[in-house]
């Protein structure tokens, strides 16, 4: 829900490209999916496959992304199978970022960085670093 609010009454849309919104909403879709109920601390703390395969980096997170792309595959399921590889390869990137990012170690990390960019607000705060990222539709 916070995705949609923030691309429509937030206005956050009017500073992204098309694949970034995309990209949000994707991984809105699917930064729980295959959920444990349990968190990474938990998973690391006792050890748990889990852990091991991602060597204790954000777990969770990378088995949602990992699910999320392995469904994406299945028949009748892929419909971004028509993209061009580089515009693939550049929304996969940006959705695994977008789930990575809802690691709950990184929160305040990515809090911070947000009140520093909107303490910047009359300088444009959301054109600084962004990156153009507009495939070719050639």
Same mark, same amino acid.
């Given at each position: ?8 009454? /937030?206005?956050? =849309? !009017?500073?992204?490209?098309?694949? #970034? ?12 999916? /295959?959920?444990? /109920? ?10 748990? #496959? ?10 969770? +997170? ?22 061009? #590889?580089?515009?693939? =390869?550049?929304?996969? =990137? ?14 305040? +990390?990515?809090? !911070? ?15 600084? /670093? ?9």
């Amino acid at each position: 829900f916070f995705v949609l609010y923030a691309l429509t009454v /937030g206005q956050v =849309s !009017d500073f992204l490209h098309f694949q #970034d919104i995309l990209a949000l909403q994707l991984a809105a879709i699917a930064h729980d999916v /295959g959920h444990l /109920g349990v968190n990474n601390n938990f998973l690391i703390a006792t050890g748990a #496959d889990l852990a091991i395969r991602y060597n204790d980096l954000s777990p969770l +997170e990378n088995m949602h992304a990992s699910v999320f792309f392995e469904t994406m595959r299945k028949p009748g399921l892929a419909f971004l199978a028509d993209m061009r #590889d580089e515009d693939f =390869s550049a929304l996969r =990137s940006k959705i695994i970022t977008a789930i990575l990012s809802t690691d709950m170690a990184k929160h305040f +990390e990515f809090v !911070d960085r947000m009140t520093a960019r909107l303490e910047k607000k009359d300088s444009k705060p959301f054109e600084f /670093g962004a990156k153009e990222t507009k495939p070719n539709l050639e």
